[in-house]
């Protein structure tokens, strides 16, 4: 712990002017400017020297066995300034999370009194506090914010809401959705949103869980992306033609398309079936999304980002077993198709500030835990996706002992009303909610990097995604093996929470490289039948010198992400067998450190050459995940291994290769030699933020890293 800061005393001159007063004032800049520099949110929001606010402080924590000490050192400095500290924390991978009162003084005495502060935020307020607002002064905050409001101009990105619907009256939506940009599936439905959930999911696919944020701030905000919306339903549970929800998707996509051909978009959908009995199997709807997806029948071979909502826990008296609830209730239609980005719901959300009803109910999940809400393909057949494929804000459910409730704005997010002469703000929940959290975070990484393909962004999304140490102790099993865990871990919550700042750079202590490549997996014999074709090699742009500079026990970690659509199997006959509904597979691997180029390519040879996922080959290193507990499951694959930075130095090449599908198992459709489009992401990181192995490779380049 560090010592303490001394005051420089104040005398005043003869001349009434403070003694040292240049000193002190030089002083007090720098305080000021070091609390800026850990403040990572806007600095309007920066609490004054008289108002204490609550206040995120982010913790740096090399491992998970430092935590307790790190959160007792914490406790300790806070008890010694006299600041109030929050029960409980999160943990993330380096990082801890703990929420404090403080004011600009007391931060910057923090600063001065702990070592391993990484960062500070001001804590959101809670949906409560702006729903608990009467109308009047909710709309003049609306107003507020909508004059500050605008999309970028030049943007050719657009975020569509395929849902019940949006009323863009909405102060808030007007600047933002154009009633060019409002369509239907059904004329006679008109495209205004009487039932409010489509109004709920713009809101957040807008503002993410920031509206009240950005409410609180000054500053003008322009959007990189502009919103659709498309009536698919009438009202949430409508259930006239559900055989043609797959029909109707389609024709949303296309109404979209139409008005806007030229623009890259993420597809938002949290409208699902009522039950999850497809147990993983393809049905009509996730078949048809796959296809969409892929470009399958489109003579432009377009590709679409899909993200849709993994559905909910129906049965609220289920909450009395939670997590079990959320084990025992299966993703729901369409949520189980292989190509879209399917959204969990995981929460932060355990503090009700409602006094009146935080003394009537407890939350039901704690920070860092999965949403009670929350589906999984827990209880699937091995052979179909890990889903969902992230996690994201969903909020939270209570009880008060007895009974549940989900009407706690507190434990919701803020979003809009479709009827703002009522009330402009309202709370949004469940997989919904993180559903439009992920297509926010798509529709920044398409206008980011506006010439990423899909599978990209996707890709980019999974790769940056952690888990945090609460879901990892909800999912673990005393007994099981660490692969036998993660395995649960990608069955509940997928690959856990994604991170826009880890997906759009690199760090100095971390390097990511992104390819997108195009290959023919197989091809046909000289007699009947076809065979395994391409295979593709990259050699990794590793600082080797840096790496082996790092003391011999340094350990490492290389990350792989593969990314590719599949075209599903034609007619719903067959679909019972994941070989027969893919049109192909892919997956990776990685050189081991002691053996040649040649060795590794027989070895991939030999894997791609089976029929089915197993790596007869070897995998050659110890992925932690590995093709037997569920990485080569669905079309995205993501694994990592950990070795010295002296065996990353040698294992400097990443192969892909084909697995089969019914291009290969039926010739007769004349697919075979059809070719795929993929996505490969690959990191290294070192634990050393000493050692730089970014900036070589960024010379060794002469430009930016681009995706």
């Not at 931060?107 to 506090?129: G, H, Q, V, W, Y």
Request: glycine share 8%; charged share 25%.
């Amino acid at each position: 712990m560090r010592t303490k800061s001394v005051a420089i005393g104040m005398i005043d001159t003869p001349k009434d002017q403070p003694k040292n007063k240049p000193l002190v004032e030089s002083v007090e800049n720098l305080r000021i400017a070091l609390l800026h520099s850990f403040w990572n949110d806007d600095v309007g929001l920066i609490p004054s020297v008289d108002a204490p606010q609550a206040c995120e402080i982010w913790l740096r924590t090399p491992a998970k066995e430092y935590e307790a000490a790190s959160i007792a050192e914490f406790r300790d400095v806070c008890g010694a300034l006299d600041i109030p500290l929050r029960d409980g924390h999160i943990s993330f991978p380096e990082r801890i999370v703990v929420l404090i009162e403080a004011n600009a003084k007391q931060l910057a005495d923090l600063i001065s009194s702990i070592d391993n502060l990484a960062e500070f935020r001001r804590a959101k307020e809670t949906a409560d506090f702006w729903t608990g607002m009467d109308n009047a002064q909710q709309a003049e905050w609306a107003q507020n914010l909508a004059t500050r409001l605008s999309v970028d101009a030049g943007t050719k990105t657009s975020a569509c809401v395929i849902d019940t619907g949006a009323n863009n009256g909405h102060p808030l939506l007007a600047p933002l959705l154009a009633d060019a940009d409002c369509g239907s599936v059904d004329t006679e439905w008109g495209t205004s949103d009487e039932d409010g959930h489509g109004t709920s999911m713009c809101g957040n696919v807008a503002f993410g869980d920031n509206l009240g944020h950005w409410l609180q701030t000054d500053t003008a905000i322009s959007l990189p992306y502009k919103l659709e919306s498309i009536k698919l339903i009438p009202k949430s549970g409508h259930k006239e033609d559900q055989n043609l929800n797959g029909y109707r998707t389609s024709q949303a996509v296309a109404r979209a398309e139409i008005s806007n051909p030229d623009f890259t978009r993420a597809i938002c959908m949290a409208i699902t079936s009522t039950d999850g009995r497809d147990r993983g199997r393809p049905s009509s709807w996730s078949g048809m999304i796959d296809a969409l997806a892929a470009g399958v029948d489109d003579e432009n071979e377009s590709r679409r980002l899909f993200v849709l909502s993994a559905g909910n826990v129906r049965d609220a008296s289920d909450w009395a077993n939670y997590p079990t609830s959320n084990v025992t209730s299966d993703i729901h239609d369409p949520g189980q198709s292989w190509n879209a980005l399917t959204v969990g719901a995981v929460t932060f959300k355990d503090h009700i500030a409602n006094e009146d009803m935080a003394n009537i109910y407890t939350p039901i999940a704690t920070a860092g835990q999965l949403s009670p809400y929350s589906t999984t393909s827990m209880m699937w057949d091995s052979k179909w996706p890990n889903k969902p494929d992230i996690v994201l804000e969903g909020g939270n459910a209570a009880v008060d002992g007895t009974n549940f409730t989900t009407q706690l704005e507190d434990l919701s997010l803020l979003s809009l009303n479709h009827k703002p002469q009522l009330a402009n703000f309202t709370g949004n929940y469940a997989t919904s909610a993180a559903s439009a959290l992920a297509t926010e975070q798509a529709a920044r990484l398409h206008a980011q990097y506006p010439s990423a393909w899909p599978e990209t962004i996707r890709g980019l999304m999974v790769h940056s995604a952690q888990w945090t140490q609460q879901l990892r102790n909800q999912f673990s099993e005393p007994g099981n093996s660490q692969k036998a865990n993660r395995e649960r871990l990608l069955r509940a919550c997928g690959y856990g929470i994604p991170s826009m700042e880890r997906a759009i750079s690199s760090a100095t202590n971390s390097l990511t490289m992104v390819v997108e490549g195009e290959i023919q997996p197989f091809q046909e014999k000289e007699k009947n039948g076809f065979k395994a074709n391409d295979m593709h090699f990259y050699a990794l742009p590793w600082p080797k010198e840096a790496l082996n500079d790092l003391p011999l026990d340094t350990m490492v970690t290389i990350d792989v992400t593969l990314s590719y659509f599949i075209e599903p199997g034609p007619g719903e006959i067959g679909w019972r067998d994941k070989y027969r509904y893919r049109s192909h597979g892919l997956d990776f691997n990685l050189k081991k450190p002691t053996e040649s180029l040649d060795e590794f390519i027989t070895r991939l040879n030999k894997a791609a050459r089976e029929d089915d996922d197993t790596d007869y080959g070897g995998s050659g290193v110890d992925w932690q995940i590995g093709e037997k507990k569920g990485r080569t499951r669905g079309s995205i694959h993501r694994d990592w291994v950990e070795m010295t930075a002296a065996e990353a130095a040698e294992a400097g090449v990443v192969g892909v290769f084909p697995r089969s599908g019914w291009w290969k198992e039926r010739p007769y459709l004349g697919k075979g030699n059809s070719k795929a489009r993929y996505s490969l992401i690959i990191a290294i990181r070192t634990p050393n933020t000493d050692v730089d192995i970014y900036t070589p490779v960024a010379i060794a380049i002469k430009s930016p890293i681009q995706v």
